[in-house]
């Protein structure tokens, strides 16, 4: 692996999570997955295991995804819309898939990924004699220039789709995205659909669903959900205590993969805050319209017709959300024209200073990280500082290089200063402010 894929790959947290999709897939007997998995030299071996509680787990993550992969291709086709752009597409094998065959599939992901997928995926349609409108493209989904981009040409109304991104994301990254959905569907018309809010109760529910063949296990899962309960509980009640050890042995797992907290993605939302989150999208100028996922339940190959049956009574309560343009409410637009972005570093016996200006994100990080680790290694760090006057925006890819230079000197001996009210939110909302000396 060059050195360029590698620094992009190291402050992408959520790379690994992208392919095991692929193999989830693969294992729910998707030829085309397995054909693209075997083309990227994915090894199965590397997600399943031999552990009974976690074999259990696997199960349920690969009906999971394959449920969520197809209920997603049934929604887009219900739009209507004849662009389609998967943010983030990951490893999916979306562009193969029969439906795409006469729309313009915009493919849009990191760019390690993009410019992994691009080709291979232009190969195989060459392979194949198939023309098809199928591009992808290196985008940050917080960086609306990268996605104003991609969409170059693009014909409304489009479907926006989403699967495995919101809950990675951190607050100001999620609130970034919320403007570039806004601006992008206000330019071009058209809907945003994801699964990702109900994403702790999909997984509550497939776990349970996997599990357990009593009929009324799913109906009383998602009921105690209903009630507040918390998924250690419900998964102890539907499956006894491999229930509990394999949601710890699959949180383990992922989060180790996955680099992220995936606590977070896991949290069941009680009303509440799901209220929090409607009233999120309207203060970005978007409403939401739910939708039962059982209303359009796809045929699985990873469970038989009894549980395929019980998955669909869970989906009855738990929804796609699609999201447009809410033109009553008041929206304020964050300041989307400051994508550029430089980094330089000087270096004074032990100590170094940096200075950011632009934004730092998933696009530029890489820079940023190439920089430092230049310059750190030519040296006997002691001190840094980093001066961020010019910095309009800081996510977690870059929040990710600053915490190698913390951990790289004795507490205290990292410097921050000249921050907007922007930056210093996300410094405190992510628990940096407290690691750093804010001046
Ligand atoms: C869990 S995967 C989901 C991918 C795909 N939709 C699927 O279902 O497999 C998350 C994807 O989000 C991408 N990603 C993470 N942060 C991103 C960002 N800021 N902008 C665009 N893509 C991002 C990762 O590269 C990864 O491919």
Redesign the pocket.
């Known amino acids: 692996m060059d050195n360029v894929q590698e620094l992009r790959e190291m402050t ?4 690994n ?6 193999l989830h897939l693969t294992q729910a007997g998707h030829a085309d997955a397995a054909m693209m998995a075997e083309k990227l030299g994915l090894d199965l071996a590397g997600i399943t295991s031999s552990d009974e509680g976690k074999t259990a787990m696997d199960q349920s993550n690969v009906a999971i ?1 394959e449920l ?2 197809r209920s ?1 291709n049934a929604f887009i086709q219900e739009t209507g819309a004849k662009t389609i752009v ?7 094998p ?1 562009a193969l898939e029969d439906f795409i065959g006469d729309k313009r599939y915009i493919a ?3 760019p ?2 993009a410019e992994e997928m691009g080709p291979l995926v232009e190969k195989i349609l060459a392979e194949r004699g198939w023309k098809r409108d199928v591009t992808y493209h290196g ?5 609306y220039a ?1 996605l104003r981009a991609a969409l170059e040409g693009a014909q409304g109304p489009l479907c926006i ?5 919101l809950m ?2 951190t607050h100001p ?1 999620l609130a970034a ?1 919320l403007d570039n959905i806004r601006r992008i569907l206000e330019e071009f018309g058209g809907v945003w659909i994801t699964q990702d809010p109900e994403v702790g109760r999909v997984y509550i529910a497939m776990t349970v669903v996997s599990m357990s063949s009593d009929p009324a296990a799913a109906k009383a899962a998602m009921e105690a959900l209903d009630g507040g309960a918390d998924m250690g509980t419900v998964l102890k009640a539907m499956a006894g205590d491999k229930g509990r050890s394999a949601l710890g042995a699959s949180m383990d797992t992922f989060g180790g993969e ?1 680099d992220v907290d995936f606590s977070k993605a896991m949290n069941y939302r009680p009303e509440q805050a799901e209220a929090a989150e409607k009233e999120l999208l309207r203060s970005h100028g978007l409403k939401v319209e739910l939708t039962p996922v059982a209303e359009r339940m796809p045929k699985l190959g990873s469970l038989d017709a009894v549980r395929t049956e019980l998955a669909r009574k869970a989906m009855e309560r738990i929804s796609l959300w699609t999201i447009t343009p809410d033109e009553e409410a008041p929206v304020r637009l964050a300041d989307a024209d400051c994508d550029s972005f430089s980094v330089a570093i000087t270096a004074r016996g032990g100590a170094m200073d940096v200075v950011l200006k632009g934004r730092v ?2 696009l530029t990080a890489p820079e940023f990280l190439a920089a430092y680790e230049k310059a750190a290694g030519a040296m006997d760090l002691t001190d840094v500082h980093v001066d961020m006057s010019e910095l309009a925006y800081i ?3 870059g929040l990710r290089v600053l915490l190698m230079m913390i951990k790289a000197v004795q507490p205290g001996h990292v410097g921050v200063s000249g921050t907007n009210d922007t930056v210093r939110d996300i410094l405190t909302q992510t628990g940096y402010a407290d690691m750093v000396t804010m001046a």
């Open positions: 992408n947290p959520v790379f999570t992208a392919k095991a999709t692929l995804v969520r992969y997603m998967d943010l983030p597409c990951g490893y999916t979306r849009c992901d990191l390690a990924v985008v940050d989904a917080t960086n990268s789709t989403t699967e495995g991104l990675y994301l990254e995205l996955a994100d998933s996510s977690s890819a």
